[in-house]
């Protein structure tokens, strides 16, 4: 069992930026891929970005790659997001995820944090 804590959100205005934390808990998180997913209100969850057990491998949506990087740090069991150039379409719940294997799909990671708030406003 795999328990995360995502902190870091908060309100930002257009062009900011924010570091979103995704905490892990339990057994050994450095065996898991990690993921982070967003959810704006009245759409479905959809992917942001995925990262390898080692971090070397990371996979972004066409959407936000060139202004978020994902990274871990494995000894401290975080996963990080670095939002850059932050636009109000980024508003949304942002959720990290672990899994056994870097997917695009929600459905194939294990473990989900509550969720934290960004919004940016224009």
């Known amino acids: 069992q795999v328990q995360l804590v995502e902190s870091g959100g908060g309100l930002v205005q257009a062009g900011g930026s924010l570091r979103l934390s995704c905490a892990a808990s339990?057994?050994?998180?450095?065996?898991?891929?990690g993921g982070w997913f967003r959810q704006a209100p009245g759409k479905e969850r959809e992917f942001v970005v995925a990262?390898?057990?080692?971090?070397?491998?990371?996979y972004y949506a066409d959407s936000v790659k060139g202004r978020f990087t994902i990274s871990r740090d494995n000894a401290k069991n975080t996963v990080y997001l670095q939002m850059n150039s932050l636009k109000p379409e980024d508003t949304a719940v942002y959720y990290c995820?672990?899994?056994?294997?870097?997917?695009?799909?929600?459905?194939?990671?294990?473990?989900w944090g509550q969720g934290t708030q960004v919004t940016v406003s224009s």
């Open positions: 995820a672990a899994g056994p294997n870097m997917s695009v799909y929600a459905r194939f990671y294990q473990y």
């Open positions: 990262i390898g057990r080692s971090g070397t491998s990371t």
């Open positions: 339990g057994r050994t998180f450095s065996t898991y891929c």
